[in-house]
């Protein structure tokens, strides 16, 4: 059995998706890419701003589905440049705290909306 989490605190989907999908102790959240939840429009062109406002959204997510960011248990970070690697790392690594969750990251060649970071995470209500 699956549940679905939506808030209006976390941009809607822009596509055919759910926000979050709960399967057995698990939460799967879909990529986040940094639009203001209120106006689904960009928060900036600047890489720590958009990292802030996907991670804001990440959280918003947890929070609907009962989670934090401590039941993080992995991660992906989409990029769409690796020359922003250390900025997107730092503002991540400030949302977190030890142990840290699984972690991957790719540059890849388009992110939607023109974003420049998307992130999708996995959490565990164990």
């Known amino acids: 059995m699956k549940k679905v989490y939506s808030t209006k605190n976390a ?15 698990m ?9 203001f939840p209120s106006t689904m429009e960009m928060v900036s062109d600047d890489v720590a701003l958009q990292t802030e406002q996907v ?3 990440l959280g918003a997510i947890l929070e609907e589905a009962g989670l934090n960011y401590k039941d993080l ?5 989409l990029l769409a440049s690796m ?3 250390t900025t997107v790392n730092e503002v991540y690594a400030s949302f977190l705290e030890e142990p840290y969750p699984a972690r991957a990251a790719f540059e890849v060649s388009e992110l939607p909306k023109g974003a420049k970071v998307e992130i999708e995470a996995v959490a565990t209500k164990a």
């Open 27 to 35: 939460v799967f959240i879909s990529g986040q890419i940094p639009l």
């Open 55 to 57: 991670m804001k959204n």
């Open 83 to 85: 020359d922003d690697f």
């Open 11 to 25: 941009p809607t989907a822009i596509g055919p998706y759910s926000q979050a999908v709960e399967a057995g102790n």
């Open 73 to 77: 248990v992995k991660t992906t970070i």
